[in-house]
């Protein structure tokens, strides 16, 4: 891969997997893909990338048990993280937050300020390593 800045995005779902790829891909990104926790705990320590997007609705573990892991590690902490979810009810937030997230971006995406969001928790992930 170039010097692109990559994402890793975590997703069961074929069809949001692929939009987000799509939206990712379009504004220049390198997209990683992982349809399960396993996979994603493998990919980013390997692939090191500079987000990770993270469904909360995953098969076998879900997306806040694999977040609590990769900040665990020491291999892939440095990492942000952001819930990607249709969970949008009172407290699902913090239980993200908690577990490690970064942020959260409720689904439907908002396909015309997403490229926007990304770039700001990349940029405000960047800025506070060290």
């Known amino acids: ?5 990559k994402v890793l995005v975590v997703e069961d779902n074929e069809l949001n997997l692929e939009l987000v790829t ?6 220049g990104y390198g997209v990683l893909q992982a349809r399960n926790g396993n996979e ?9 990338p500079d987000l990770i997007l993270m469904d909360i609705q995953l098969p076998e573990m879900d997306g806040l048990e694999v977040t609590r892991l990769l900040k665990q590690n020491a291999d892939t902490r440095h990492i942000a993280v952001v819930a ?3 969970h949008a009810m009172r407290g699902d937030e913090g239980r993200a937050r908690r577990a490690g997230c970064s942020g959260y ?20 992930e960047a800025g506070q390593e060290g």
């Open 22 to 27: 799509d939206l990712l891909e379009a504004h």
């Open 105 to 124: 971006i409720t689904k439907p995406i908002d396909t015309r300020g997403f490229a926007r969001a990304v770039e700001n928790y990349i940029e405000g």
């Open 84 to 86: 990607l979810t249709a």
């Open 1 to 5: 891969m170039n010097d692109r800045r």
């Open 40 to 48: 994603a705990l493998e990919l980013a320590s390997r692939e090191q």
